[in-house]
């Protein structure tokens, strides 16, 4: 398996530290609000990977962190008059509602920066003890001209850094470059207890903090947006690694942006969408789907057309799986023919390249193909065939549903709301009993009102078979 790393710039075969398990720290969100579209990309992307790390028989150790204390959490809380608290318990409880209904699963350890501030004090002290950050006035910053390996994963000259108008000019700091570690506290602003006086963490340190005490100093895999990958990463770097004397990730994964038809999407353009905005559109799965038909480190465009498209390839998945489900349960011949087998080879040649696209970068794209492939080549072959063997019916039923699960698609069980409806069940048999009868205008009757309720029928050699439009 390989991974572009962006510390090196190039693909690198994957090796982690400890062969039993793997590492991994993703960079969750700052909960203020429903999370973007933007966020939902990483989010779905490095939830993939750490499936298909799984799949490949490796035990994971995902820990992804909430952000629940910073300038943007605390001017909303009061804009609402309630607590930082309140306000990150709210949109933390949202947060799990639309990872949720986008297949993402929960973390190993979810931390909140709050719940480990004894952990941030600690590893300041220690960078503040090696002379690597410095207090002024209740603030300390990190001295980055002590750090000579500063800029490397950005690619940035420290020098250039200083004269960019980027840098927030305070001349408290010894250079401009230098970041927070600990702010001292504003009045009204939430604050704990420090050697440095009452204040409050900067952003940077809590993934540092977090990431040493739930994965230890060195992790496998660090990964996030590409927006992350200056300054956020490279001070985490920084801190880590003048803390530790450690490297402190050994693969840096970072994804590509999210434009809105063909823009970058920004307020003020009006192209911001929340995950929810989208969802009251298009299904959570749609939107799963149509981030995984790109491969992750390239740029996406986000449009309604796109998401139709990816609506309708995911549908043809559903419409295989249920169908090659529908047929075995009319088959009678147990065991495949001497022309099957040559379809149950190619099946699992599709199966090797799925492989090998994941493999490659965690190629989703690719990988995506192949599963159409497959899909294809079922429908050709199996779901349309006068009659196929169980066995075979069943190898393509459970490779659509070990492919699709390593990505996290088509995990419904598209009859599963049928088997639970006894309404739509006994409209179903009152209708086959009326065909049965000769009575087509009862049978037709009771086909409208199936049709009302969302409900098609599809009268097939081996029976009625029963689908949903709200697919």
Known sequence: MKLYNTMTRKKEDFKPVDDNEVRIYSCGPTVYNYFHIGNARPFIIFDVMRRYLLYRGYNVKFVQNFTDIDDKMIKKANEEGITVKELADRYIKEYFIDSKGLGISEATVHPRATENIDAIIELIETLEKKGYAYAVDGDV??????FDKYGRLSGHNVEDLEAGARIDVDERKKAPVDFALWKAQKPGEPSWDSPWGKGRPGWHIECSAMANRYLGETIDIHCGGQDLVFPHHENEIAQSEAANGKIFARYWLHNGFINVDNEKMSKSLGNFFTVRDIAQKFDYEVIRFFMLCAHYRSPINFS???LTQAKNGLERIYNCIGNV??????LSVPHMSGSEKEIFKRLTAIKEGFIEAMDDDLNTADAISRIFDAVKEINSNIT??????????DFAHMLLK?????LGIAQREQEQEQEDDS???QLVAQRQQARNEKNWKLADEIRDRLNKMGVTLEDTPQGVKISRKDR
């Not at 910053?141 to 002590?146: A, Q, S």
């Not at 489900?325 to 009319?330: G, Q, T």
């Not at 349309?384 to 019916?393: D, F, G, T």
């Open 141 to 146: 910053y990190f001295d980055t001209k002590r």
């Open 304 to 306: 309604d057309e796109l």
């Open 325 to 330: 489900k529908h047929v075995r349960e009319h």
């Open 384 to 393: 349309s065939a006068a009659e196929a063997s169980i066995e075979l019916a």
């Open 402 to 406: 070990e492919l699709t699960g390593v």
């Open 423 to 425: 309404e739509i069940n």
